[in-house]
């Protein structure tokens, strides 16, 4: 078959066009950069009036949607209010941390032995956040019946697809 010979402006506009989504894809990279840092509009921390605002609405929300009764609802606020009281000060501690390492990186001399101290600090801060999440977590299915607790995970994991896409 006779193809239409090339034109010389077709590599240019290619090029532009390439160009042109790359500076998209950067741009909307910076975008989520930043609500990630700071949320969509938030300009500051939630108080715990709100906070605890949110967390009743969000568990009210999930109880009645598996069936749950009141007083589940009760119980479960009270295990998710515990754990976010406990994690608060361990999440103050990593922000802390955070600095503290990017202090060591932008000295004019690399202390290779205080960046180390510092990533085991935050490594055991992991981990007793994770601890604490997984206890409040595991409390909060004892609460829950097993039938309730199968509708929740199908629940959990319909979000976590349509969060990460597959």
């Known amino acids: 078959m006779n193809n239409p010979p090339e034109s010389p402006a077709a590599p240019t506009n290619s090029r532009r066009r390439w160009f042109a989504g790359i500076a998209a894809l950067g741009g909307l990279g910076l975008l989520g950069a930043q609500v990630q840092a700071h949320g969509w509009g938030r300009q500051r921390a939630l108080d715990p009036e709100e906070r605890a605002r949110r967390l009743d609405y969000r568990i009210g929300r999930l109880v009645r949607d598996v069936g749950g009764t009141a007083e589940q609802k009760q119980r479960l606020v009270a295990i998710a209010s515990a754990a976010m009281a406990d994690l608060q ?38 981990d007793a956040r994770s601890r604490r999440t997984v206890q409040a977590m595991a409390d909060a299915a004892e609460v829950l019946t097993p039938e309730q607790r199968a509708k929740v995970a199908e629940r959990m994991q319909s979000r976590m697809q349509r969060r990460l896409g597959g």
Do not use: H
Not at 89 to 105: N, V, W
């Open 89 to 126: 000060p361990l999440r103050e501690q990593a922000r802390q941390a955070r600095l503290r390492s990017l202090q060591l990186l932008a000295a004019p001399v690399i202390d290779r032995s205080a960046l180390e101290q510092q990533r085991l600090l935050q490594a055991q801060a992991l």
